[in-house]
């Protein structure tokens, strides 16, 4: 298929990769002359460009830029799709993202590959990235049958699962397994770090060991998604830091009553609990 | 140099491997019989026994036992190591146990290494455990000067670093980047796992990807280690917790507020802050 990726950063040029293995031809559009050199260099599509008429050519587009950019597309991305093409996107919230596009173009499927880095931009993505990622669609009762066949078949043939829910539902459930832990990582380094008390901070420094690495690691990553996030999946992610902390504030008085028997007891619910998420 | 091994988990049985390969002659004590049997047959030890009396033979013995046999250790135990050996223990926590120790034995100084996984027991231990770990050693006043060379030499021998600090210090500063990120990855296991709404907590649980699987990585350990680090570092354990929960709740603020300038800025910091913690 001649397939459109617009955005070749990790997701967009992982993909690029990826759908090239599979014998796809790919139109890569990179945002600047930099990129498409890189890009270029890198191989992460067959064709390179910053001008947008490539798309001209695509049977199936897939937008894998910035969320805002998702959000408010320039005019120019939007009349470059042809009608006939079918269209997914890659953002991590749904929702806001559904919304616009589905007003835009009549063969638009939101989709959300669960799978990611720390890393960003054209020199991030690798081949591997997608594999036996779990990929969500979020086709809504709008949705053209065909489109959702399509993007799914492409979508499996990449080695991926496919769960299908709506952009809300969708929206919930990230806000806890997704972007909660950017927010508790963050507070996490800030609370090691006591600005108040520097030979601590500097000891807490020396010792923290792959517990403190593995815990701290989301909260590494660039502050450009997790402030796309907060923005665009609000209200949920304040559901979920609310959530959040009433657990926390449970085991936090156990402990100040000594309720050791009760707090082992909620230890060991959440490392069952954990399996379930992890296998 | 002849050294005994009291306890062969994770701790115990990584040690033993370790310094059978450079050139000790370890005695290891296992619990119980069956023990013994699976520490033999993984050469955890040259000689395995559940008979203290094999310590008499040890210039240095290494108490790799869980927290509460350090804070309790049986008489029997104490009876068994001679007055002329050095001793150190694993723990950690380091101020109960150099508190009692310090009081039984006048070669004894408490250390602690940054190491370990979420494994257990006597099939746990690997050789390449403490390879390039911190290793926390806590003297007091009271230490003896050549306690401290000769554990600080056997402690570089095995590729570790080493960090000099008090127990008081060292339990304030794990209880930041060490014991802190359990009970906060158990809270965000709970969180995730919504009781309230069964198909939430279903879908979340399939699109838990490695953001949440290693931000909770911790809270699926033992509940044991959990629990024996709340009794014993309990005040700065909650001294922690507030702590992180006053970052937590700022971060809210600012979502809530939607301050996104300061919310990208605290982001940005979080991500610069840990960059020290972990290289």
Redo the contacts between chains.
């Keep these: 298929m001649k397939i459109g990726i617009v955005g070749l950063g990790l997701i967009g040029g992982s993909l690029g990769l990826k759908l090239q293995s599979l014998n796809h031809t790919i139109y890569g559009i990179a945002n600047n002359e930099i990129n498409k050199k890189k890009a270029k260099e890198k191989k992460l599509a067959n064709f390179v460009s910053c001008d947008l008429n490539l798309l001209k050519e695509c049977e199936l587009i897939i937008l894998a830029l910035p969320i805002k950019d998702l959000i408010n597309p320039s005019e120019q991305l939007v009349a470059s799709i042809p009608q006939e093409s079918f269209v997914t996107d890659v953002g991590s919230v749904k929702e806001p993202i559904v919304k616009k596009w589905e007003k835009l173009h009549p063969l638009f499927i939101g989709s959300h590959p669960?799978?990611?880095t720390e890393q960003r931009g054209v020199d991030s993505g690798f081949e591997g990235l997608f594999k036996n990622?779990?990929w969500?669609i979020t086709p809504t009762k709008n949705s053209d049958l065909n489109a959702i066949k399509t993007i799914s078949e492409l979508i499996k043939s990449m080695s991926c699962s496919i769960?299908q829910?709506t952009p809300k539902?969708?929206d919930?459930?990230?806000s806890?397994?997704?972007h909660?832990?950017?927010?508790?990582?963050?507070?996490?380094?800030?609370?090691?770090?006591?600005k108040n008390n520097q030979?601590?901070a500097d000891?807490?420094?020396?010792?923290?060991?792959?517990?403190?690495?593995?815990?701290?690691?989301?909260?590494?990553?660039?502050?450009?998604l997790?402030?796309e996030l907060?923005?665009n999946n609000?209200i949920n992610?304040?559901d979920?830091?609310n959530?959040?902390?009433?657990?926390?504030n449970?085991?936090?008085l156990l402990?100040?009553e000594?309720n050791?028997e009760l707090?082992?007891k909620?230890?060991?619910?959440?490392?069952e609990?954990?399996?379930?998420?992890?296998n």
């Design positions: 669960m799978a990611g990622a779990m969500v769960c829910t539902d969708h919930k459930a990230v806890l397994i997704s909660l832990p950017i927010f508790l990582a963050s507070a996490l380094i800030e609370a090691a770090h006591t030979s601590l000891l807490a420094q020396k010792l923290a060991s792959t517990g403190f690495s593995d815990t701290s690691r989301v909260g590494g990553g660039n502050e450009q997790g402030l907060a923005i609000q992610l304040l979920a830091i959530n959040f902390k009433n657990k926390l449970s085991l936090e402990i100040k000594k050791w707090l082992s909620k230890l060991a619910e959440a490392k609990i954990r399996k379930n998420f992890i």
